[in-house]
């Protein structure tokens, strides 16, 4: 009986500038590895863009005065359906 690995792990290289040197150092000088240190870091990174992302797209909804007054009808609407 065998059993085949699918998912092999990936290795991205590339080549870091200075700042790049010193926020490793920072994010390593615990003992943590240097993988460990980029894989949360890129984590982070796609956090925070997710974040941004969500709040500019919030900002443009509260300023779309169109989105805004068809939310209020549909309040409005909604209002009179309730029971009492």
């Not at 699918?6 to 943590?32: K, N």
């Not at 300023?63 to 009808?73: G, I, L, N, S």
Request: one cysteine or more; hydrophobic letters at 50%.
């Amino acid at each position: 009986m065998c059993d085949t690995l699918e998912a092999v792990a990936e290795t991205i290289t590339f080549r870091p500038d200075d700042d790049t040197r010193r926020a490793l150092a920072v994010l390593t000088q615990d003992g943590t590895p240097v993988s460990a240190a980029v894989r949360a870091a890129l984590i982070a990174a796609a956090k925070t863009a997710a974040r941004d992302r969500l709040r500019e797209e919030a900002a443009a909804l509260a300023a779309d005065e169109v989105d805004r007054a068809e939310a209020a009808q549909v309040l409005r609407d909604m209002e009179t359906l309730r029971a009492w």
